[in-house]
């Protein structure tokens, strides 16, 4: 198994450009999210899904945009770059298990540089 | 809001000795995690704590939780130079166990 696919790993962006960072899982997992991983500053949620069709707000939403269309992917769109969005941006998935437990498995990271 | 404090923030120890890495959170939650994350590589998966008073063991980690305090801990024992890495806590939002917030992590280094 595959896990969780991200892509690209690095990409370099100019002020103003746009991007998608796509994410795929291939666990059948309900559960799918964007995190933003800034130097000391730990893991900030961006978006989250609870299945295909809904999707809901993080801690710092502001720049991004979300949409689930399958259980499997759950691409995070950027609109109109800016040098705060640099970052190492990580997708996650989990289902949810017995006693409410919801272990996240982590894609690789894209580290993307806003220029 | 949930706000999760780890300290330290950064430990440097020497190979053989024991520490503990605290995990504090602000407001009440049943459910705690402990994520590794090795330099320049994602996080994975090392405790899940459910319930007051859970205690997990893997190795040299030994993880504990007390809902009352809200507190967790991650002690290690007889570190190893492979054991150097960051460890985070993260905890579920009462009610919402979907998601979870993080703290800023610990940067283990233990040296020989």
């Known amino acids: 198994n595959a896990g969780v696919t991200q892509t690209p790993k690095f990409r370099i962006l100019k002020i103003g450009q746009s991007m998608t960072l796509q994410c795929t899982q291939d666990m059948n997992h309900n559960y799918m999210y964007w995190y933003r991983q800034d130097p000391g500053m730990g893991l900030k949620l961006i978006y989250y899904?609870?299945?295909?069709?809904?999707?809901d707000k993080g801690e710092v939403p502001n720049g991004y945009n979300v949409s689930r269309s399958t259980t499997e992917d759950f691409p995070l769109r950027l609109e109109l770059a800016a040098p705060s969005q640099t970052s190492v941006y990580f997708c996650?998935?989990?289902?949810?298990?017995?006693?409410?437990?919801?272990?996240?498995?982590f894609g690789a990271g894209s580290r993307l540089t806003v220029l | 809001e949930l706000k999760v404090e780890q300290n330290p923030l950064f430990l440097s120890m020497q190979e053989g000795k024991n520490y503990t890495i605290y995990c504090n959170y602000s407001t009440t939650s049943d459910r705690l995690y402990w994520y590794r994350q090795d330099p320049g590589k994602s996080l994975e998966s090392l405790f899940v704590l459910l319930s007051n008073g859970a205690v997990k063991q893997e190795g040299r980690l030994m993880a504990s939780l007390d809902t009352k305090a809200r507190l967790s801990t991650l002690h290690i024992t007889a570190a190893v130079h492979d054991l150097s890495a960051t460890y985070f806590c993260a905890v579920a939002i009462q009610g919402g166990s979907e998601k979870l917030v993080f703290g800023k992590g610990t940067k283990l280094t233990v040296n020989p």
């Open positions: 899904s609870v299945g295909a069709g809904i999707t």
């Open positions: 996650a998935s989990s289902y949810s298990m017995s006693a409410g437990a919801n272990v996240l498995t």
